[in-house]
């Protein structure tokens, strides 16, 4: 069984701070990995990607990818009370068409 | 602005009852999903399908089928539904390959309660 495992949380961080999610996975033919934001009674977008080992930026969001470690991790920087939301990791790849998601990690900003 | 619907956003069926749910998408994707979605247990994948008529059972199929006639709609079929699949259920597609990033666009969801 292929598992994508993350922390339920919730997460709390003071607005403007960092606010780090971290996501381990068993399956280390998995090759791609996503971060999906979920709001409450919504569905799940997709808000990053990762392909290879390091850093990927894309505006207030980073994606770390550390195949060796098997973990991905997810920085919010500057982080916004609208960021309130769940975060769920997935993992996939390898030739296969389908995802793992995790549990998702609750992440609650204060103002 | 790229779509996926779902044919109900609520249903409340009986045990025993055959239940059909119903999933739209208009991007012309290869791939469709059907996922349901538990506290505390996250999104479990019941089947997929990467063609018309092609499926493959996820995570989770027992106790569901699904049928794929046209590109555009994936089919969830629950047989004979029972109290324990009461949950969420999430439709998503998306277009392959997967590992070059092309991400699962989801419909609303269909919150399905068996009495």
């Known amino acids: 069984q292929k598992e994508v495992e993350q922390n339920s949380g919730p997460l709390s961080v003071p607005e403007g701070a960092i606010a780090s999610l971290n996501c381990t996975y068993s399956?280390?033919?998995?090759?791609?990995f996503f971060w999906y934001r979920q709001y409450s009674g919504k569905s799940p977008e997709l808000i990053m990607f990762i392909y290879s080992n390091g850093d990927k930026e894309d505006g207030r969001f980073t994606a770390q990818l550390n195949k060796a470690s098997q973990y991905v991790s997810l920085l919010i920087r500057d982080s916004q009370p609208s960021d309130s939301a769940t975060y769920l990791c997935a993992g996939g790849g390898g030739g296969y068409q389908k995802v793992t998601f995790g549990i998702g990690t609750k992440l609650q900003v204060i103002p | 602005d790229v779509k996926v619907t779902q044919s109900s956003r609520y249903l409340v069926k009986r045990t025993g009852e055959k239940v059909f749910l119903e999933c739209v998408q208009d991007?012309?994707?290869?791939?469709m999903f059907w996922y349901r979605q538990d506290p505390g247990l996250g999104l479990r994948l019941i089947y997929f399908s990467y063609d018309v008529k092609m499926k493959e059972k996820g995570d989770i199929p027992e106790g569901y089928s699904v049928s794929r006639e046209k590109k555009e709609r994936f089919s969830l079929i629950l047989e004979s539904a029972s109290t324990n699949q009461t949950s969420m259920y999430l439709c998503?597609?998306?277009?392959?390959?997967?590992?070059?990033?092309?991400?699962?666009?989801f419909g609303p969801g269909t919150r399905l309660t068996v009495l």
């Open positions: 399956d280390r033919g998995s090759q791609s």
């Open positions: 991007m012309d994707h290869e791939n």
């Open positions: 998503a597609s998306s277009s392959p390959p997967l590992t070059t990033g092309n991400e699962q666009f």
